[in-house]
């Protein structure tokens, strides 16, 4: 049987071992070991496709305290296709080692289904809400009995119990009409922070496109993928490609950025399936698509507040977008925009990452909070549901007074 990583032989290649990857890995910059960073990675990938290495508990370890954030990629001079390598060698991984029973069954029994999805998320916002997730803090009894599950739990976001999209659902443009678009809803997003769906669809409107919303669509896959289920993810991608088939539309939109670089990569996942192609090159972040429409005609309402914003890994990395999202906020009246030190850094997020690799993840988001601290901002901008979870935490965690929100959110507010 052929290796998974052999299919990618020719991309170890690709590396010349230059090393300017180095100080953008959010690993290296923190442990400062060759091997967790991208280069020793790709030693250590290669090494195991020539048989020299075998997969052990070490390789393992340094395999997946990469946050995949791609940073690597921007910064290469060589155009090494990391992202690939890395997902393709965790699949290896998950092939002989299998992964921890609780990632399978949420990420292969949850993740895929939007109503048990759904199910899921009122149960953790009832758990929030109801005052049950006080009373567990303030005992801490998880802690002194279970430190890792109470770290994890301390992750909690505090969202409102609030309605999405309507899938199967259609939208008409305000005015003249300028085409139609098809809305991706994703999962964290519908369900969890559906206000925030809300927005951009009415964003969408008001630019001058009819926005279509399929029924059946479901997860992108990226969790799954980035654990090494690539056979899950294969599945939802497939999903997906038949539920956004029909019809013809200007663009698909997404507004996480992780779901977004996972859309786009459709093909590769997929091996080429039929239709695939011309899917991704529709897909566009919100921001990427609003920033060529008639939006900022719209943005009337003054919004007084000091505002940075801080780039998703899989936004500037990618998807290469960077100067939209900032277009945009900088032309919402009275706004003060603010450039953050070290913004195109990861923040430690990472899907799943704060909750596997908790004290690496806090080190990384410990950095960023001390360059946002130093911004002296009001509100932190940034286009995914993980950041946004992870930079309200780090305002508890560092005292900060902070409102942290998706860049639609703002734009939404300044519409006349």
């Known amino acids: 049987m052929v290796k998974a990583a052999n299919r990618h032989a020719e ?5 010349v071992h230059c090393g300017l990857c180095l100080p953008s890995c959010p690993t290296y910059r923190v442990l400062g070991t060759e091997m967790d960073s991208p280069r020793g990675r790709i030693y250590l ?4 496709d020539e048989g020299r290495t075998k997969i052990t508990g070490s390789f393992v370890e340094h395999m997946y305290r990469c946050l995949d954030c791609r940073a690597c990629e921007t910064a ?4 090494v296709n990391f992202g690939e390598m890395m997902e393709s060698m965790r699949a290896e991984i998950v092939s002989e080692r299998s992964t921890h029973w609780l990632s399978r069954l949420v990420l292969n029994h949850v993740f895929p289904y939007p109503w048990r999805f ?3 998320s009122r149960a953790l916002q009832l758990y929030s809400k109801s005052g049950f997730q006080g009373f567990v803090r303030s005992t801490g009894l998880l802690e002194r009995l279970a430190p890792k599950m109470a770290a994890a739990e301390a992750l909690m976001p505090d969202v409102e119990i609030e309605s999405g999209v309507t899938l199967e659902s259609y939208h008409r443009a305000e005015g003249r009409k300028q085409g139609t678009v098809a809305f991706f809803t994703g999962c964290v997003m519908n ?4 206000s925030i769906n809300r927005a951009s669809v009415r964003l969408l409107t008001a630019a001058g496109y009819d926005v279509v919303v399929p029924g059946s669509q479901i997860c992108c896959g990226a969790l799954a993928n980035h654990a090494g289920l690539r056979d899950t993810a294969r599945e939802m991608a497939g999903k997906n490609l038949a539920a956004f088939r029909a019809g013809d539309v200007d663009a698909i939109i997404i507004n996480a950025a992780g779901c977004g670089a996972m859309l786009k990569e459709y093909p590769v996942l997929t091996d080429g399936i039929a239709g695939a192609e011309r899917f991704a090159s529709k897909v566009q972040d919100i921001a990427e698509f609003l920033a060529s429409t008639r939006i900022y005609d719209r943005l009337r309402i003054p919004i007084e507040r000091r505002v940075g914003y801080d780039d998703p890994c899989h936004l500037i990395h990618g998807q290469g977008v960077k100067t939209q999202p900032r277009m945009l906020l900088k032309s919402i009246p009275g706004i003060q925009f603010v450039e953050i030190e070290g913004a195109d850094q ?3 997020s990472a899907g799943t990452y704060n909750i596997t690799q908790n004290e690496l993840s806090m080190e990384i988001l410990d950095r960023k909070m001390v360059n946002i601290r130093k911004a002296n901002i009001e509100v932190l901008a940034t286009g995914n549901p993980g950041c946004m979870f992870q930079f309200r935490y780090g305002a508890r965690r560092a005292g900060i007074s902070l409102e942290v929100v998706h860049p639609v959110e703002l734009l939404a507010r300044s519409l006349d």
């Open 11 to 15: 991309l170890y290649l690709d590396c």
């Open 118 to 120: 759904e199910l899921a």
């Open 76 to 79: 290469c001079p060589s155009g």
């Open 346 to 348: 990861c923040c430690g």
């Open 191 to 194: 369900s969890m922070m559906g």
């Open 45 to 48: 990938m290669r090494a195991y």
